[in-house]
């Protein structure tokens, strides 16, 4: 007879790392915080090109960015981030406006903790095509 198999605890995390999206409650509305796909990736583009640049200059070189640059970032580019985040939550931007403080910290920091390995792997491939680039030119 066969025997049953069941995931393991790191199987079960090898596949939150694939897809970690992740269900929150916001003004009382359970919503789920999606990770980018591919079709996100070429539908919002321009939108992430834009927040990747960002970032890249922010590191100014140093292949680090403190929260308190993150912070700025996302403080001075508010549009973008809301845009960003409407389409990972597939909400409309005026539903991120009307979230109480907490509820809008929490999708924030859900929002970055889902889609962070999305923007740094943006990240370190923007610095490599940079360097590429530099290195060509020489």
């Known amino acids: 007879m066969a025997e049953k198999v069941t995931a393991t605890k790191e199987e079960s ?3 939150a790392t694939l897809m970690p999206n992740r269900e ?3 003004a009382g509305e359970t919503i789920t915080v999606r990770e980018y796909s ?3 990736a070429l539908t919002i583009g321009n ?3 834009q927040f990747v640049a960002l970032i890249v200059n922010e590191m100014n070189g140093t292949n680090k960015i403190t929260i308190e640059q993150a912070d700025s970032i996302i403080m001075n580019n508010l549009e973008l981030v809301y845009s960003l985040i409407s389409t990972s939550i597939q909400k409309p931007i ?4 009307a979230l109480s403080y907490e509820d809008g910290l929490q999708l924030l920091d859900w929002w970055w903790v889902v889609n962070s390995h999305f923007f ?3 990240v ?3 610095i490599i095509r940079q360097n590429a ?3 060509a030119n020489q």
């Open 13 to 15: 995390n090898d596949l």
């Open 24 to 26: 929150i409650v916001l």
């Open 38 to 40: 591919f079709k996100d």
């Open 47 to 49: 939108e992430i090109d």
């Open 94 to 97: 005026s539903f991120i406006e």
């Open 120 to 122: 740094m792997n943006a």
């Open 124 to 126: 370190s491939r923007k």
């Open 133 to 135: 680039a530099k290195q």
